[in-house]
Protein backbone atom coordinates (compact mmCIF):
# COMPACT_ATOMS: atom_id res chain seq x y z
CA UNK A 1 0.00 0.00 0.00
CA UNK A 2 1.15 3.18 -0.98
CA UNK A 3 -0.30 6.55 0.75
CA UNK A 4 -0.97 10.37 -0.44
CA UNK A 5 -1.72 12.80 2.00
CA UNK A 6 -2.76 16.27 1.12
CA UNK A 7 -4.66 19.14 2.32
CA UNK A 8 -2.57 20.39 5.00
CA UNK A 9 -2.08 24.37 5.17
CA UNK A 10 -2.38 27.52 6.68
CA UNK A 11 -5.23 27.93 9.17
CA UNK A 12 -6.13 30.54 12.00
CA UNK A 13 -6.75 29.45 14.96
CA UNK A 14 -11.00 28.09 15.36
CA UNK A 15 -10.84 27.61 11.65
CA UNK A 16 -11.02 24.47 10.10
CA UNK A 17 -9.29 21.81 7.70
CA UNK A 18 -9.34 18.53 6.43
CA UNK A 19 -6.42 16.69 5.56
CA UNK A 20 -6.68 13.70 3.09
CA UNK A 21 -4.92 10.23 2.49
CA UNK A 22 -4.85 8.87 -1.05
CA UNK A 23 -4.00 4.69 -0.73
CA UNK A 24 -2.94 2.81 -4.00
CA UNK A 25 -3.77 -0.70 -3.93
CA UNK A 26 -6.47 -2.95 -3.95
CA UNK A 27 -6.33 -4.01 -0.69
CA UNK A 28 -6.77 -0.79 0.53
CA UNK A 29 -10.63 -1.82 2.23
CA UNK A 30 -8.55 -4.78 4.26
CA UNK A 31 -6.32 -1.96 6.41
CA UNK A 32 -6.63 -0.02 9.45
CA UNK A 33 -5.95 3.29 9.25
CA UNK A 34 -4.89 5.60 11.60
CA UNK A 35 -3.14 9.20 11.86
CA UNK A 36 -0.20 11.07 13.70
CA UNK A 37 1.39 14.18 13.60
CA UNK A 38 4.63 15.43 14.45
CA UNK A 39 5.23 18.80 15.53
CA UNK A 40 8.85 20.40 15.25
CA UNK A 41 11.34 19.28 18.26
CA UNK A 42 8.80 16.58 19.60
CA UNK A 43 8.13 12.58 18.86
CA UNK A 44 5.38 11.89 16.80
CA UNK A 45 1.86 10.93 18.51
CA UNK A 46 -1.13 9.49 17.98
CA UNK A 47 -4.06 11.50 16.33
CA UNK A 48 -6.96 8.59 15.35
CA UNK A 49 -7.45 6.07 14.12
CA UNK A 50 -10.55 4.01 11.86
CA UNK A 51 -10.87 0.54 11.63
CA UNK A 52 -10.94 -0.95 8.26
CA UNK A 53 -14.72 -1.24 7.66
CA UNK A 54 -15.32 2.11 8.90
CA UNK A 55 -17.19 0.37 12.17
CA UNK A 56 -14.77 1.88 14.66
CA UNK A 57 -13.06 4.80 15.41
CA UNK A 58 -10.82 6.18 18.19
CA UNK A 59 -8.77 9.47 19.17
CA UNK A 60 -6.17 11.05 21.23
CA UNK A 61 -8.08 13.22 24.23
CA UNK A 62 -6.62 16.25 22.99
CA UNK A 63 -8.38 16.22 20.01
CA UNK A 64 -11.72 13.96 21.16
CA UNK A 65 -14.48 16.24 19.79
CA UNK A 66 -12.82 18.26 17.44
CA UNK A 67 -11.47 16.36 14.78
CA UNK A 68 -13.37 13.25 12.83
CA UNK A 69 -11.49 10.73 10.98
CA UNK A 70 -13.81 8.59 8.09
CA UNK A 71 -13.05 6.47 5.47
CA UNK A 72 -14.22 5.84 2.13
CA UNK A 73 -13.09 2.41 0.68
CA UNK A 74 -14.72 2.58 -2.83
CA UNK A 75 -12.11 5.59 -3.48
CA UNK A 76 -9.76 4.13 -1.27
CA UNK A 77 -9.02 7.72 0.90
CA UNK A 78 -8.94 8.34 4.90
CA UNK A 79 -10.01 11.89 5.78
CA UNK A 80 -9.56 13.74 8.95
CA UNK A 81 -11.81 16.61 9.35
CA UNK A 82 -10.65 19.28 11.60
CA UNK A 83 -12.41 21.77 13.66
CA UNK A 84 -11.57 24.15 16.19
CA UNK A 85 -8.17 24.29 15.73
CA UNK A 86 -5.06 25.76 18.10
CA UNK A 87 -1.54 26.50 17.64
CA UNK A 88 -0.64 23.46 19.21
CA UNK A 89 -2.35 21.43 16.87
CA UNK A 90 0.24 22.44 14.28
CA UNK A 91 2.70 19.73 12.89
CA UNK A 92 3.21 17.16 9.75
CA UNK A 93 0.13 15.13 9.96
CA UNK A 94 0.72 11.42 8.50
CA UNK A 95 -1.70 8.78 7.55
CA UNK A 96 -0.59 5.02 8.11
CA UNK A 97 -2.13 2.04 6.98
CA UNK A 98 -2.11 -1.42 9.31
CA UNK A 99 -3.39 -4.71 8.87
CA UNK A 100 -6.48 -5.38 10.74
CA UNK A 101 -7.03 -7.80 13.40
CA UNK A 102 -3.65 -7.04 14.38
CA UNK A 103 -3.82 -6.83 18.43
CA UNK A 104 -1.45 -4.36 19.02
CA UNK A 105 -2.94 -0.96 20.39
CA UNK A 106 -4.33 1.82 17.96
CA UNK A 107 -2.30 4.12 18.96
CA UNK A 108 0.99 2.56 18.58
CA UNK A 109 3.12 3.20 15.54
CA UNK A 110 4.11 -0.11 15.77
CA UNK A 111 0.91 -0.91 14.17
CA UNK A 112 1.07 0.24 11.02
CA UNK A 113 3.38 -0.74 8.51
CA UNK A 114 2.78 1.40 5.90
CA UNK A 115 3.20 5.55 6.16
CA UNK A 116 2.32 8.57 3.59
CA UNK A 117 4.81 11.62 3.23
CA UNK A 118 2.89 14.28 5.46
CA UNK A 119 1.30 17.26 4.84
CA UNK A 120 1.86 20.55 6.96
CA UNK A 121 -0.96 22.06 8.61
CA UNK A 122 0.22 25.18 10.57
CA UNK A 123 -2.74 27.04 13.00
CA UNK A 124 -1.81 30.76 13.67
CA UNK A 125 -2.90 32.62 16.68
Known amino acids: VQLQASGGGLVQAGGSLRVSCEAS????????MGWFRQAPGKEREFVAA????????YYAESVKGRFTISRDNAKNMVYLQMNSLKPEDTAVYYCAAGPRYSGTYYASPERYNYWGQGTLVTVSS
Open 25 to 32: GRTFSTYD
Open 50 to 57: ITWNGGTT
